[in-house]
C-alpha cells in the first residue's frame, strides 16, 4: 500500500511574518488621537484591503459609513448631548447585548481590571463618577479621532454574518496597523443607535449598528495611549486532543 507523501518544506517568509506579527501584535485601543487627517485614499485602501475578510458564501455582509469632519463632529455632538442628560439617556439603550447579562470570572474580572488600569493611568480614583463620566463620554468624540467609522448590518442576517463581520473589523484594524495608524473598535455608541440612524439615514427597520471605530494617529505623548492589556497564555485557552 502506497503512503500519501509529506508536502514538500517551504521555507518560511520571515520578513512577511514578522511584518503580519507586527502589526496583530501592536494592535491596541487607542484612547487619544491626533488631528492630522487621514488621507481618503488611504482609508479606502484599507477598506479594500478588510474585505478580504472571508464571509460565508461570499455574502460580505459589512456596510461601512466613514465620518470626517463636519459630519463626525455634528454626529458626536447629538450622541455627547444625549449621554451628558440623565434624562435623554435613560430614553438610550442596545439595540443588541453586546456584553453578557450576568457577568462572571474570569470575564468580570479582566473587565475591571482594564478599567481600573485606565483609571490608573489617568489618575481618576475609584468613586469619582464625574471623572469616570467624563472619560466615557470621550468615547463619543472619536477620542478626538479625525475618522470615525460606523458599521451597520441588515437585519436580515443571522449570527453566522456577525462572526464574518468580527473578521472584518479585525481585518481593518491589522491593515491600519501596517500603515502606521491605529483604531478603537467602540461598542459605547451602541446605545445611542437611534440618532446614529437619524443621522445616517438609515432605516432601523432594515439596517442594525454593529458598533463604531475610531481611526487615525495616534497621540505619542497621551499617557491613556500607553495601557497595554494582558492576554491569557495559549496553554489557559487551548486543548490539544490527539487521541
Given amino acids: 500500500m502506497s503512503s500519501i507523501p509529506p508536502p514538500p518544506a517551504a521555507e518560511p517568509d520571515l520578513p512577511t511574518q514578522a511584518a503580519v506579527d507586527a502589526a496583530i501584535t501592536s494592535r491596541r485601543s487607542i484612547r487619544r488621537f491626533l488631528p492630522t487627517p487621514v488621507p481618503r485614499q488611504t482609508i479606502e485602501d484599507i477598506l479594500q484591503v478588510a474585505a478580504r475578510a472571508p464571509s460565508g458564501t461570499n455574502t460580505q455582509p459589512w456596510q461601512v ?5 463636519a459630519a463626525l463632529q455634528r454626529l458626536s455632538a447629538r450622541v455627547l448631548a444625549a449621554y451628558d442628560d440623565p434624562s435623554q439617556a435613560a430614553q438610550h439603550s442596545e439595540d443588541y447585548a453586546y456584553y453578557p ?16 488600569d485606565l ?26 479621532a479625525p475618522v470615525g467609522l460606523v458599521f451597520t448590518i441588515d437585519r436580515v442576517m443571522q449570527q453566522g454574518s456577525w462572526l464574518d463581520y468580527g473578521m472584518f473589523l479585525q481585518n481593518i484594524m491589522i491593515a491600519a496597523r501596517a500603515r502606521g495608524l491605529h483604531t478603537c473598535p467602540q461598542a459605547a455608541f451602541n446605545a445611542f443607535h437611534r440618532i446614529i440612524e437619524d443621522e445616517l439615514g438609515l432605516d432601523p427597520a432594515v439596517q442594525q449598528l454593529v458598533c463604531a471605530m475610531s481611526l487615525g494617529w495616534a497621540d505619542p505623548h497621551a499617557v491613556e495611549n500607553t495601557l497595554v492589556t494582558e492576554r491569557a497564555p495559549v496553554a489557559e485557552f487551548t486543548r490539544f486532543h490527539t487521541a
Avoid: C, E
Fill in 101 to 116: 447579562r450576568q457577568w462572571v470570572s474570569p470575564y468580570i474580572d479582566r473587565r475591571r481590571k482594564v478599567g481600573w
Fill in 119 to 144: 483609571y490608573g493611568l489617568l489618575g481618576i480614583a475609584k468613586g469619582d463618577k464625574a471623572a469616570m463620566h467624563a472619560q466615557h463620554g470621550r468615547n463619543y468624540r472619536f477620542f478626538d
Fill in 65 to 69: 459609513h466613514v465620518l470626517t469632519g
